[in-house]
């Protein structure tokens, strides 16, 4: 085989991708199942009633965004199951992957506000949201930008 050329049919590349896709997932959503159960957890703690209202605000747009990641990565198995008799996978595979992206969007959120959460309680405001921009700048670099600094500098070349 030649670098670069395989000898997959359509339907081949595109079970292929479907299944690395599916891998993908199922890497992302104990991630987003750990945090939306820790935040779940929180909430009905003794200490929860001793929290600012932006704390109560930033804590409930967390809780949010992970809900919202977590139903983004869970999407394709249920799309996948509706219609997996309907010839319809390269379909699928496109929306599939919107919705990866936009979970790991939401999830990137969701980690900082987290972060900045824990970091408001036991510190300060400042430190807090210091941390949780470092944290949501991480995420986008290694989650994003790498990969898309990497697809300019291939299509460049």
Do not use: C, N
């Not at 199922?26 to 929290?51: K, M, S």
């Not at 809900?67 to 996948?80: F, Q």
């Amino acid at each position: 085989m030649l670098s670069g050329v395989t000898s997959e049919d359509q339907k081949e590349r595109v079970d292929r991708e479907l299944t690395e896709l599916l891998d993908e997932v199922r890497v992302a959503i104990p991630g987003a199942e750990v945090l939306f159960a820790f935040l779940l957890g929180v909430a009905f703690t003794e200490r929860f009633h001793d929290v600012t209202s932006t704390q109560k605000a930033i804590y409930f747009a967390t809780l949010l965004l992970t809900a919202a990641s977590t139903a983004l990565l869970i999407a394709p198995s249920a799309y996948h199951r509706i219609r997996f008799r309907d010839h319809d996978k390269e379909r699928l595979l496109r929306s599939a992957t919107k919705m990866l992206i936009g979970a790991l969007g939401l999830l990137f959120l969701a980690v900082a506000g987290a972060v900045y959460l824990v970091g408001d309680i036991i510190y300060e405001s400042k430190v807090a949201g210091i941390v949780g921009g470092l944290t949501a700048a991480w995420f986008v670099w290694f989650w994003f930008g790498l990969p898309l600094s990497r697809q300019v500098a291939d299509e460049s070349s």
